[in-house]
Nanobody, 115 residues
Framework: VLLVESGGGLVQPGGSLRLSCAASDFTFGNYDMSWVRQAPGKGPEWVSSISGDGHNTDYADSVKGRFTISRDNAKNTLYLQMNSLKPEDTAMYHC?????????WGSGTQVTVSS
């Protein structure tokens, strides 16, 4: 299982970013996927999840209405569209999946929201 995130960067408050997670070495469309973030000095925080077929999504209250999770199973890629970003969204963002009770994470992409 290989998960590689991209798309992070420095953005001003109110701005937008689109994160991507390229997946390989497993049957991507068979598994639910999630985004998890971790801010400096804090524990991991679940952000959003999407079912394998993309029909069902869920969001943390802190991002609901601002972030949108999606996936393209033909491209083995997971996305997170982040709008109306706030300084408290600053964190390392990881994509994550669970296969056979084992959690797989990518190395992450850094998102910094600052003026």
């Amino acid at each position: 299982v290989l998960l590689v995130e991209s798309g992070g960067g420095l953005v001003q408050p109110g701005g937008s970013l689109r994160l991507s997670c390229a997946a390989s070495d497993f049957t991507f469309g068979n598994y639910d996927m999630s985004w998890v973030r971790q801010a400096p000095g804090k524990g991991p925080e679940w952000v959003s999840s999407i079912s394998g077929d993309g029909h069902n999504t869920d969001y943390a209250d802190s991002v609901k209405g601002r972030f949108t999770i999606s996936r393209d199973n033909a491209k083995n890629t997971l996305y997170l569209q982040m709008n109306s970003l706030k300084p408290e969204d600053t964190a390392m963002y990881h994509c994550e999946t669970k296969i056979d009770e084992y959690d797989y994470w990518g190395s992450g992409t850094q998102v910094t929201v600052s003026s």
